[in-house]
């Protein structure tokens, strides 16, 4: 590959600063210039992140631990060699480019500068004799490039951590705008409120712990906002099926009876008992034989199941049974299993192994519940629909004659006045 000399370019041909702006300015014309019908038919993060890719700048960063020398000897009129032509190649990562952009008091190199493919070529003349020398010279030389490097880092870096914002807010400002103009704004949460009666207010809650960018494919119809829970709203729900689960192993003899239908009934009755929607008085209803869930017209913001461990390839298959409901984008599944026998640390292991090997699985937080699981899916036929699964296993009592009642914790009096908690839509 032919190598291109910078001797007279680096870090002097253009003003990165300007460089930026004119950035800027054809990222806002190509906002501006975004298709109505393209804006309001594909998921809006699936557009911020396809902007920000391609408009994203990647300054160079020197690999100077591969880099690698070569020598080459320079022979007298006499045929002595007089000098050794040393060439220092260093792989860097990012836009060559930016290796032109002005970077402040730069004074310049000794030795000649090219640049060959994701290569920076550095070749010095080392007089014979000089040697001991030659590694100093090198040294003083690319510490010289990398503070370069680093002060136009620093200036593209704050462009670079601007973009999400300032695309996210053209985005959604004009989506909003069009929404509103063609009469198909929704609200986009779920308000969600507590019942100030709540019959298990008094329990103490658990303590928990690329290539060339394109344009992501159109949707059918419009894009629109779909109900979704916020991250406390999930938090409390989770909290009440808990406090119900703890109420329950003070009765084991009946829990031991229990399947997975009794059980979501008696849990429905503890959701229920603890949040209100207007204009019903049962947010959370049956889905299926051991699932509850809480739904928006045709879709599902939150779906609850019930599931008594048998192996781990019938916990596969209910999971991927409740991912084929109608689900909102963002949507919340509750996964509680329950095990009958003495290994329960080997079934928490074995969920978080089937979430993770799941092949709709993207990512999972570094903090993980202690006794469960916690990740992000994204559906295959949907890839903009993303389902945050949150998987608990609890130690259920087997059926035998003498069943002990696990150590109560000593109840707080419950006040007359409790927060309420409910749905407004």
């Known amino acids: 590959m032919s190598a291109h000399v910078l001797q007279d370019e680096l870090f002097s041909t253009f003003d990165p600063r300007e460089r930026l ?5 054809r990222l806002d014309e190509a906002l501006a210039a975004l298709d109505e019908h393209r804006l309001l038919n594909t998921a809006p993060k699936a557009l911020i992140d396809y902007f920000i890719a391609v408009y994203r700048i ?19 009129f006499e045929g002595n060699a007089a000098s050794h032509r040393l060439d220092i190649d ?3 990562d990012g836009d060559a480019e930016w290796f032109g952009a002005q970077a402040g008091p730069w004074a310049g190199t000794s030795g000649t500068v090219r640049i060959s ?10 007089k014979r004799g000089a040697e001991q020398a030659a590694r100093a010279l090198i040294d003083r030389e690319v510490n010289e490039i990398e503070k370069a490097l680093a002060w136009i880092r620093q200036e593209v870096n704050a462009y670079n951590d601007s973009l999400s914002a300032t695309v996210e807010t053209v985005i959604n400002t004009r989506r909003t705008r069009l929404l509103s103009h063609q009469a198909l704004a929704q609200t986009l949460g779920i308000p969600l409120h507590k019942r100030s009666d709540g019959p298990l207010a008094r329990l103490t809650p658990v303590s928990q712990e690329q290539l060339f960018p ?76 051991s699932a509850l869930g809480l739904r928006h017209r045709e879709r599902i913001a ?25 689900l909102s984008r963002e949507a919340r599944l509750i996964l509680l299993v329950f095990y009958r026998g003495q290994r329960l640390t080997r079934t928490i292991n074995d969920v978080r ?14 903090e993980q519940p202690e006794h469960g699981s916690e990740v992000t899916l994204r559906l295959p036929d949907d890839p903009m629909r993303t389902i945050r699964l949150t998987t608990l296993v609890f130690k259920a009592p087997k059926a035998q004659n003498n069943v002990t009642t696990p150590h109560r914790k000593p109840h707080r009096k419950a006040e007359p006045n409790r927060t309420q908690i409910g749905f407004d839509f």
């Open 21 to 25: 702006d004119n950035q800027r300015s």
């Open 58 to 76: 990647e300054p160079p960063a020197l690999r100077r631990h591969e880099w690698q020398a070569e020598t080459d000897d320079h022979a007298d």
């Open 90 to 92: 260093i792989p860097f």
């Open 117 to 126: 493919g994701q290569s920076l070529i550095l070749t010095f003349e080392i």
């Open 214 to 289: 394109e344009l992501p494919r159109m949707g059918h119809g419009p894009d629109l906002p779909e109900p979704a829970l916020s991250r406390d709203q999930h938090e409390q729900i989770v909290e009440t099926l808990q406090s119900a689960i703890t109420l329950l192993a003070y009765s084991p003899s009946l829990f031991a009876t229990w399947n997975e239908a009794p059980l979501r009934n008696y849990l429905g009755i503890a959701l229920n008992g603890q949040f209100e929607r207007p204009e019903t008085i049962e947010p959370f209803v049956p889905v299926g034989y």
């Open 302 to 326: 939150c779906l609850a199941d019930c599931l008594f461990w048998k192996s781990a390839e019938a916990y596969r298959e209910q999971l991927d049974y409740l991912l084929a409901h109608p």
């Open 353 to 366: 192994a089937q979430n993770r090997a799941h092949p709709a699985y993207q990512e999972a937080p570094e």
